[in-house]
């Protein structure tokens, strides 16, 4: 008997179309649960102007991307993103490589500046029944064949992409790109440890990539995934995480 995939990898996408059975749906609750307490506790301390001694930072030269034929081929296919999903793209690697080195993590670069660029594919180019994070895993997976990538590189990438938006992450099952692809866009999209970033490196970051209309955007998109994809994971944060209303509020603005 062949094995079940594994929960958020693309094989498990490909096989459920990224629709939670009501065991998976109990198993990632605690998570959203813990997630919130996590970035109820995060946003107070934010707004008490308590921040930790030890702050992510962003320097001119961490806005310039890996440069290589794999990004090239990359971002020739984010070429389908709108403007406001392109910068929160970069938005979220910039944040998410800041935050990895303050953890002290070490995701592979090139592998997590092709997950972020192309997370969000599926969301400018939705498919009914499909969890968008799918179109993004195999844009991922067709940009490393073109840019002669080995197939373990390539397919990091691509779980990270499907396993983003997924509650409950861990570096030791999950590994670092996926972790901090997810941090990186839970900065951008909810303020979600926005308090542990430099505030110097973050108006930087919103300079060079503004967040001008992105919420509004994201929003839209989002409630459109979730209707194609009932049951998704995406619906699972947007009802029990309440992801839209924390975007709406996020002090990033936009």
Same mark, same amino acid.
């Given at each position: 008997?062949?094995?079940? @995939?594994?929960?958020?990898?693309?094989?498990?996408?490909?096989?459920?179309?990224?629709?939670?059975? @009501?065991?998976?749906?109990?198993?990632?609750?605690?998570?959203?649960?813990?997630?919130?307490?996590?970035?109820?506790?995060?946003?107070?301390?934010?707004?008490?102007?308590?921040? @930790?001694?030890?702050?992510?930072?962003?320097?001119?030269?961490?806005?310039?991307?890996?440069?290589?034929?794999?990004?090239?081929?990359?971002?020739?296919?984010?070429?389908?993103?709108?403007?406001?999903?392109?910068?929160?793209?970069?938005?979220?690697?910039?944040?998410?490589?800041?935050?990895?080195?303050?953890?002290?993590?070490?995701?592979?670069?090139?592998?997590?500046?092709?997950?972020?660029?192309?997370?969000?594919?599926?969301?400018?180019?939705?498919?009914?029944?499909?969890?968008?994070?799918?179109?993004?895993?195999?844009?991922?997976?067709?940009?490393?064949?073109?840019?002669?990538?080995?197939?373990?590189?390539?397919?990091?990438?691509?779980?990270?992409?499907?396993?983003?938006?997924?509650?409950?992450?861990?570096?030791?099952?999950?590994?670092?790109?996926?972790?901090?692809?997810?941090?990186?866009?839970?900065?951008?999209?909810?303020?979600?440890?926005?308090?542990?970033?430099?505030?110097?490196?973050?108006?930087?970051?919103?300079?060079?990539?503004?967040?001008?209309?992105?919420?509004?955007?994201?929003?839209?998109?989002?409630?459109?995934?979730?209707?194609?994809?009932?049951?998704?994971?995406?619906?699972?944060?947007?009802?029990?995480?309440?992801?839209?209303?924390?975007?709406?509020?996020?002090?990033?603005?936009?």
């Amino acid at each position: 008997m062949a094995s079940q @995939p594994r929960l958020g990898t693309v094989d498990w996408v490909r096989a459920t179309g990224g629709v939670l059975s @009501p065991a998976e749906r109990l198993r990632l609750l605690p998570h959203v649960a813990r997630s919130q307490v996590q970035f109820t506790i995060g946003r107070a301390r934010l707004l008490a102007g308590r921040r @930790p001694e030890r702050l992510a930072r962003i320097e001119p030269a961490d806005l310039v991307p890996p440069r290589s034929a794999w990004t090239a081929e990359a971002e020739e296919r984010a070429g389908v993103l709108n403007a406001a999903l392109w910068l929160h793209s970069l938005r979220a690697w910039q944040l998410g490589t800041a935050l990895a080195k303050l953890d002290g993590a070490t995701p592979d670069p090139e592998v997590l500046y092709v997950a972020a660029a192309l997370h969000d594919v599926g969301l400018a180019v939705p498919t009914e029944g499909t969890c968008f994070t799918l179109a993004g895993a195999e844009a991922v997976l067709a940009s490393g064949m073109a840019g002669r990538v080995s197939d373990a590189r390539a397919e990091t990438a691509a779980n990270a992409v499907t396993l983003h938006v997924q509650p409950g992450l861990r570096l030791d099952r999950h590994g670092p790109e996926a972790v901090y692809l997810q941090a990186g866009t839970m900065v951008d999209v909810a303020g979600d440890r926005l308090g542990d970033l430099d505030p110097d490196g973050v108006r930087l970051v919103l300079a060079a990539h503004p967040r001008t209309g992105f919420t509004g955007d994201l929003v839209h998109r989002w409630r459109h995934e979730c209707a194609l994809v009932p049951g998704g994971r995406a619906e699972l944060v947007r009802r029990a995480g309440a992801l839209l209303l924390a975007a709406r509020l996020n002090p990033l603005g936009g």
